[in-house]
């Protein structure tokens, strides 16, 4: 991927919705939500203080995370669907 976020910035793919219930329904990808985990796919460099020190992030590339419903800015990159979002959008780094 030749994308590489800014500043405090991240990059977020977001990971598939389950299609079934726990009964066994299949739900139609119509009726499904948007999914609000992602795995990180980049991060920046860090957010910048205002003593101009830079604060790193405290999420890295692998982690699997939870965000808002209508968190970050989607962006199409070859022909992938991916979410560009500031850490502080961030709720959790969801742990194994």
């Given amino acids: ?21 726990a009964s066994g329904l299949i739900i139609p990808d119509a ?18 203080q205002d003593d101009g020190k830079l604060r790193a992030l405290e999420v890295k590339v692998g982690d699997r995370v939870l965000f808002g419903k209508y968190s970050g800015q989607t962006v199409k990159v070859d022909g992938e669907e991916l979410l560009v979002m500031r850490e502080e959008d961030i709720m959790a780094v969801l742990v194994k």
């Fill in 1 to 21: 991927m030749n994308l590489r976020p800014l500043h405090d910035r991240v990059i977020v793919k977001r990971l598939d919705q389950e299609t079934k219930t």
């Fill in 31 to 48: 009726a499904a939500e948007k999914p609000d985990q992602g795995e990180i796919l980049a991060v920046g460099n860090g957010k910048l």
